[in-house]
């Protein structure tokens, strides 16, 4: 039985990841020769410590991912030895984007306890933790919904598609449209959607994760204030995914595909 949180040592890695590259990419928006120089011995510094953290995540007891440990590795070669100018840019970006798809490739175990929050503070990094470690979608039903949920639980998301299910009635709640038109504008209505239902629909709270759906004890923007929050086990089942997938599809879609302006 594995002690350590593998779940989370991925997240921690591909947010290791962000960290190593973010200076490249922000130099490239105010290119200099000088800020090129600064940047690329940067991330040769800044290279050792990531690296022995992609070996210590491919190599655990009983498994070694030495496939994806060669891969990582010679990818981030192509920011060794790119000349790092603004023309590069989306070769980098799609790079980036392959290393995170190779790390998340690899399988780790979803703790299988029930995850109490007697904490606020514990409430929300654990569901938070399930929101970044999504990578094709991230769903979230949940009827009283405010403006926070975004800042607090879906920033920072590198998930394809992000659905947002609450009551019919957020139109009226012009600081959770503001942020959700913010939203909007960054992801587009092939990325993002807003989906609406009458509260009577909307009886219990879900969280999905790619194909893991969480039951939630309490509205993501009242943990702080619930003794008894919690993350329920997580489901992959067929049925736990329609329920999902019908509030997604029979709801009002604010913003969308079929909707491509934000109200």
Request: net charge negative; with cysteine; charged share 25%.
């Amino acid at each position: 039985m594995l002690h350590m949180n593998w779940l989370a040592e991925r997240e921690k890695l591909i947010y290791g990841l962000g960290t190593l590259l973010g200076p490249i990419f922000e130099m490239m928006d105010n290119w200099s020769q000088e800020n090129a120089d600064r940047a690329k011995a940067k991330f040769h510094h800044d290279r050792q410590l990531f690296t022995k953290a992609v070996e210590a995540f491919c190599k655990r007891p009983g498994y070694t991912f030495e496939h994806v440990r060669i891969e990582v590795l010679q990818a981030l070669n192509q920011f060794s030895f790119a000349q790092l100018d603004p023309s590069q840019r989306n070769r980098l970006e799609s790079t980036r984007d392959s290393l995170i798809n190779r790390i998340s490739s690899i399988p780790v175990d979803v703790p299988s306890e029930t995850l109490e929050a007697h904490a606020p503070f514990e409430a929300y990094c654990k569901i938070r933790d399930r929101c970044l470690a999504a990578r094709n979608r991230l769903t979230v039903v949940d009827e009283y919904l405010k403006s926070s949920v975004f800042y607090r639980y879906l920033r920072g998301l590198t998930c394809e598609k992000l659905v947002v299910v609450t009551r019919n009635g957020i139109p009226n709640d012009p600081e959770f449209m503001s942020v959700s038109k913010l939203m909007a504008n960054e992801r587009g209505p092939d990325r993002y959607r807003l989906v609406t239902h009458p509260a009577s629909y909307l009886h219990d709270r879900h969280l999905r994760a790619d194909d893991l759906v969480y039951a939630l004890g309490a509205s993501l923007d009242y943990v702080a204030e619930q003794s008894y929050s919690s993350l329920g086990l997580p489901d992959d089942s067929a049925s736990a995914n329609s329920l999902v997938d019908a509030l997604e599809s029979g709801g009002t879609e604010l913003f969308g595909p079929t909707v491509a302006i934000h109200p």
